[in-house]
């Protein structure tokens, strides 16, 4: 079982910068961000490897956010810069500790933390 609690969400003008942060209880093999706006469907906005570092950002999101870890703290973060109103959505952090490719599939993650909230206004 891993235990996920995400920090560092809030309201922010579009073109401002958010950092996310999700401290966990264990090692994770993958860990990544979701996100769900109202109506819609959890998307993945990033992955991230523990092993190697390896990275995976949705399109909608690259080159804006940077998906890192620091395996001391046992701790993931995501940088969110140049919002836009479209970023709005709640965060989600996730991680799963299965061997394999750490892609943006919901289903490739098993725990779940409860969510920041990050809204950007126009």
């Known amino acids: 079982q891993v235990q996920l609690v995400e920090s560092g969400g809030g309201s922010v003008e579009a073109g401002g910068s958010l950092r996310l942060s999700c401290e966990a209880s264990?090692?994770?093999?993958?860990m990544g961000w979701f996100r769900q706006a109202p109506g819609k469907e959890r998307e993945g906005v990033a992955t991230?490897?523990?092993?190697?570092?390896?990275?995976y950002y949705d399109d909608s999101v690259k080159g804006r956010f940077t998906i890192s870890q620091d395996n001391a703290k046992n701790t993931l973060y995501l940088q969110m810069n140049s919002l836009k109103p479209e970023d709005t959505a709640m965060y989600y952090c996730?991680?799963?500790?299965?061997?394999?490719?750490?892609?943006?599939?919901?289903?490739?993650?098993?725990?779940w933390g409860q969510g920041t909230q990050v809204t950007v206004s126009s």
């Open positions: 991230i490897r523990s092993g190697d570092g390896s990275t």
């Open positions: 996730a991680a799963d500790r299965r061997w394999g490719s750490c892609s943006l599939s919901r289903g490739r993650f098993n725990y």
């Open positions: 264990g090692y994770s093999f993958c």
